[in-house]
């Protein structure tokens, strides 16, 4: 009970109302589009056995063998003829006037069975017999003739070797006689009182190769005009003409006048000699109606327009091209028969001319607008997801799922679509299938590595801006479905695919918009599994429309407003421009009308709900709308996938419900972080860190200068990170006597600002107890050693200045070197007592290392304390600025007061540096003795920051 409250309470009103419109626009797609789709027009008459079945009987009837020969039956739409109807006739009365048309009447063939004949294999292809005479090898997999037959089962379109080379195999067909061609067309004379003529030769005598070697038809005869039923040249004509060339041949080899020959070609006395019968034309028009009565155009009328003897036939073949006197359906209808001499049909062709029919600019607009959207989008997004990697903003995890599934979908969607082949038919399958394979997954790859790009880019975007929208996609690509978040977003994609499949039905209903059909064949025969292969495209289809329109579109238009009257109408523009409907129409129009509305539903659903609810809606429209030649043709074979697809729904529904009814909110399920927004709330809790810690270290470090008659004092410490572990300090001991210390510790960052704010209060208390330099460092040395960890060590300088006594005491542990800088001399010092850095060693090792000097000052000299961030400073050649360099500015600008020696030895280190930039903390103090009994006052830590940096 708990989980169906749960149900009761999460699903809001907006969400019923959802679910009710659904469950409406449904049912009114159902109950319209059987009466609106051109594919009810598909009537499942026979079966696939049936039609093969009856196309072979009328090539055996025609004289055509078939042995060895492999059948291949499928249901087609005819293109050309659907899309002229529906723009001439419309949609709707198309439909009806077909439906409506009474048994036996001719029917408009918008639909058709096609059996093709094809060599089944190479082997088989050296015995297969074209004509019942005559035997030839095959090209592997040719197609030797190809059938087309009404939905009835009645033959209306026939071609004969269709494909085959010109010379060679089709040769053989010009000499084979149709007997039932020839007793129809020549009649027998009769006298008259009806009575039938005797005479001592018929046809019956004439064999068929004296007779397809004896007969053309006649390329100059120009009284070709014959009408239905009436011959133009009887048996009797033609027998006269036969008994005649007889005559001549028994004269010319002096047989006795009752001896049949069995040739049109003799030899006597070397002389070769050929007779022929030249045929008027009009005898193909007679050949023309005898096969049009045994096709589906039986009792029709049509007139003969034109009769031509085809080039390079040598008279044996005649077109025959006739018009219907009627238009049926509106359409006109002219037919093409070609027939030999003899009477053999080489093939009907049926079209339907229409009138110039006006470009349509508009779909032409709309194609190109498409191309540049989805361009101009990819080209944005990729460098939208560069631009955020290279910050570090990109979730890799969901770039992986999106990029893996889109690739398996698309190498998928390759293999199961039969059509589309990289190989010969002369390859062994396995090797067909192997070429396939490795085209569908470099296809697959590339795919995936697109998908990355514009998701990557697309997410991050939307999280930055609109994160809730993506929050029950997260969890679905961690596999979390059973959660209240998921389950709610698939029930509102099953309520929201019927919607959309509800406007489709309304656009159907409007006037003149004409479906466009794919150029290919029925449901059943456009792959392995049609269901599989329209979902697996429905799938991308909807999954791109949502990804560019809604988190890129509508993340873009997010992030300058958030109002829903902006928001809404450049959604519906871009699914406008990406022709996001799915179904194409003529006029372009209507696309555009459909697009519109489907975009104006899919804005409004992610406005109000979320992503996967909008994808999961649009695919599951598409895909119903994908299989609806399988439910709107009666007696369709391919019910099952209408009845998978259905499925496919309700377990989308049934997850949904299960998803809702387990209660399962945020808190159970968690919230999911990109590890990128993890990466950044470290980076920013790390940085306020580094903040504080900066603060306090500066803390430390002396507010102003202490003024000291008689001293003229300046300093300056710079960080190479937010925090150092350079310091310096002043400590007034006395009236005339001050402290002065320099340090660094090893390493920088926060470890570094603890241990010297750690060595600066044990100093301060030290150098209060004892007056000597070096007992302090040693002291200094013990206390370190007993609280930091081993390998953590400083160096520092400690020293007194007494004014009095003019004197500077001091010892140094491992510390750069003292600059001594005497007036007036104009060279400096390096005063470098010995000493080992404090940390390194503790005990006796280290206390007799350590040596205190002590220097005398005269007016005018000049002490500088440093750490090695000046010594080692490196500019772009990899050169160091070094200590003697640093004497040697020192002694340039030595006359000058403190606080400028210490600018200008800080701006020649920095133009030194090339830019370069700091590789370790920079500290400098400079102590000057002065005459001066009034001091400037001096920088404080972050004025000389700003100094130097000027």
């Given amino acids: 009970m708990s989980g169906f409250s749960s149900f009761r309470k999460y699903l809001t009103r907006a969400d019923w109302l959802l679910l009710f419109a659904g469950v409406l626009g449904g049912i009114f797609f159902l109950l319209i589009i059987p009466h609106q789709h051109p594919d009810s027009l598909a009537e499942y008459v026979l079966s696939e056995d049936d039609v093969e079945t009856r196309a072979s009987e009328f090539l055996a009837a025609s004289g055509f063998s078939i042995q060895g020969l492999l059948p291949e039956v499928s249901l087609r739409r005819n293109t050309d003829v659907l899309m002229e109807a529906q723009r001439t006739l419309g949609r709707a009365r198309l439909i009806g006037m077909v439906a409506e048309s009474e048994e036996g009447e001719q029917v408009l063939p918008t639909h058709y069975w096609r059996v093709q004949y094809r060599v089944e294999n190479e082997e088989e292809s050296n015995s297969i017999s074209v004509s019942m005479e005559s035997g030839q090898r095959r090209e592997h997999g040719a197609i030797i003739y190809t059938v087309l037959l009404s939905t009835q089962g009645v033959v209306w379109d026939v071609n004969i070797s269709e494909g085959r080379r010109q010379e060679g195999p089709r040769d053989q067909l010009l000499h084979q006689v149709d007997r039932g061609a020839l007793a129809h067309v020549f009649a027998t004379p009769t006298t008259d009182d009806g009575l039938t003529q005797e005479r001592s030769l018929s046809l019956g005598q004439i064999p068929d190769s004296v007779f397809s070697a004896?007969?053309?038809?006649?390329?100059e005869d120009t009284l070709w005009q014959a009408q239905k039923g009436q011959p133009v040249l009887s048996e009797g004509e033609l027998l006269d003409t036969f008994t005649m060339m007889q005559e001549e041949m028994r004269k010319a080899v002096g047989l006795t006048s009752d001896t049949l020959i069995l040739s049109n070609r003799i030899s006597h006395d070397g002389d070769t000699r050929s007779f022929t019968v030249s045929l008027p034309q009009g005898t193909a028009s007679a050949y023309a109606y005898y096969h049009l009565d045994r096709s589906m155009w039986r009792g029709e009328s049509f007139q003969i327009e034109d009769v031509r003897v085809v080039p390079r036939s040598e008279g044996r073949i005649a077109e025959v091209r006739l018009t219907r006197s009627e238009p049926l359906f509106g359409q006109p209808l002219e037919l093409r028969a070609n027939v030999t001499a003899g009477g053999?049909?080489?093939?009907?062709?049926?079209?339907?001319?229409?009138?110039?029919?006006?470009?349509?600019?508009?779909?032409?607009?709309?194609d190109?607008?498409?191309?540049?959207?989805?361009?101009?989008?990819?080209?944005?997004?990729?460098?939208?997801?560069f631009r955020r990697m290279n910050a570090r903003l990109v979730d890799s995890s969901s770039t992986r799922v999106d990029g893996f599934i889109v690739g398996f979908l698309v190498a998928l969607l390759i293999l199961l679509m039969d059509d589309v082949q990289f190989s010969s038919d002369e390859m062994p399958w396995w090797a067909q299938w192997g070429i396939k394979s490795v085209v569908a997954s470099l296809a697959g790859t590339l795919a995936g590595l697109f998908t990355g790009f514009v998701s990557g880019a697309a997410d991050s975007l939307t999280r930055s801006i609109w994160d809730k929208k993506l929050f029950s996609t997260s969890l679905l690509r961690q596999g979390a479905f059973r959660n209240i978040f998921v389950g709610g977003a698939l029930l509102r994609g099953v309520g929201l695919a019927g919607v959309l499949l509800g406007i489709v039905a309304l656009v159907l209903l409007l006037p003149n918009a004409s479906l466009i059909f794919e150029n290919r064949a029925m449901l059943p025969d456009i792959g392995y599994q049609p269901m599989v292969l329209r979902s697996v495209w429905a799938a991308l289809t909807a999954y791109f429309v949502c990804l560019f329109a809604l988190l890129g579109i509508g993340t873009f238009v997010r992030t300058f407003t958030n109002k829903l009257g902006v928001f809404v109408p450049l959604v519906v523009l871009a699914v406008v421009l990406g022709q996001g409907g799915g179904i194409e129409f003529l006029p372009a129009v209507y696309s555009w009308l459909l697009a519109g509305l489907v975009g104006l539903v899919l804005a409004l659903s992610y406005w109000r709900f979320d992503f996967l609810s909008c994808?999961?809606?649009?695919?599951?429209?598409?895909?119903?709308?994908?299989?609806?030649?399988?439910?709107?043709?009666?007696?369709?074979?391919?019910?099952?996938?209408?009845?998978?697809?259905?499925?496919?729904?309700?377990?989308?529904?049934?997850?949904?419900?299960?998803?809702?009814t387990s209660g399962r909110t945020q808190r159970e399920v968690g919230e999911y972080v990109p590890a990128y927004v993890e990466e950044l709330t470290r980076q920013e809790r790390m940085k306020r860190e580094l903040e504080i810690a900066h603060q306090v270290q500066e803390s430390f470090l002396p507010k102003r200068m202490p003024?000291?008659?008689?001293?003229?004092?300046?300093?300056?410490?710079?960080?190479?990170?937010?925090?150092?572990?350079?310091y310096y300090d002043f400590i007034e001991l006395e009236p005339g006597r001050l402290a002065v210390v320099v340090g660094d510790v090893s390493g920088k960052g926060i470890q570094a600002a603890f241990f010297m704010t750690l060595t600066k209060g044990i100093l301060q208390t030290l150098c209060r107890e004892e007056p000597s330099p070096a007992e302090v460092l040693r002291r200094l040395n013990t206390l370190f050693c007993e609280n930091a960890p081993k390998g953590?060590?400083?160096?520092?300088?400690?020293?007194?200045?007494?004014?009095?006594?003019?004197?500077?005491?001091?010892?140094?542990?491992?510390?750069?070197?003292?600059?001594?800088?005497?007036?007036?001399?104009?060279?400096?010092?390096?005063?470098q007592p010995a000493g080992l850095a404090i940390g390194l060693s503790s005990g006796p090792l280290f206390d007799n290392s350590i040596e205190e000097a002590t220097i005398d000052l005269r007016m005018g000299d000049v002490l500088v304390f440093y750490t090695d961030g000046f010594s080692e400073a490196m500019n772009r050649a990899k050169e160091l600025y070094t200590d003697e360099r640093l004497a040697q500015r020192v002694s340039m600008f030595g006359q000058r007061t403190a606080?400028?020696?210490?600018?200008?030895?800080?701006?020649?280190?920095?133009?030194?540096?090339?830019?370069?930039?700091?590789h370790d903390d920079m500290t400098m103090v400079v102590?000057?003795?002065?005459?001066?009994?009034?001091?400037?006052?001096?920088?404080?830590?972050s004025e000389a920051h700003q100094s130097t940096h000027g």
């Avoid at 093939?347 to 779909?363: A, C, K, L, N, Y």
């Avoid at 060590?793 to 140094?812: L, N």
């Fill in 214 to 219: 004896t007969y053309y038809f006649d390329r």
């Fill in 899 to 918: 606080a400028e020696i210490l600018r200008s030895v800080s701006e020649d280190v920095h133009h030194f540096m090339e830019g370069m930039g700091r």
């Fill in 368 to 385: 190109v607008a498409e191309g540049l959207f989805y361009l101009i989008m990819f080209l944005v997004l990729v460098i939208a997801f």
């Fill in 615 to 660: 994808v999961t809606g649009l695919f599951l429209a598409l895909a119903f709308w994908g299989v609806n030649a399988g439910w709107v043709a009666p007696g369709s074979p391919s019910w099952v996938d209408v009845m998978l697809v259905g499925i496919l729904a309700s377990g989308v529904f049934v997850l949904g419900l299960v998803g809702l």
């Fill in 707 to 726: 003024q000291v008659e008689g001293l003229d004092i300046a300093a300056m410490c710079l960080a190479a990170l937010d925090v150092g572990g350079d």
């Fill in 792 to 831: 953590t060590f400083i160096s520092m300088i400690y020293g007194v200045v007494d004014v009095e006594a003019r004197t500077f005491t001091f010892a140094r542990a491992g510390h750069n070197p003292v600059i001594l800088k005497r007036s007036p001399s104009q060279e400096s010092d390096m005063m």
């Fill in 927 to 941: 102590v000057k003795l002065s005459r001066r009994q009034v001091y400037r006052p001096s920088h404080t830590p």
């Fill in 344 to 366: 053999t049909l080489l093939g009907i062709d049926s079209t339907f001319p229409s009138q110039e029919r006006p470009r349509d600019v508009m779909r032409v607009v709309a």
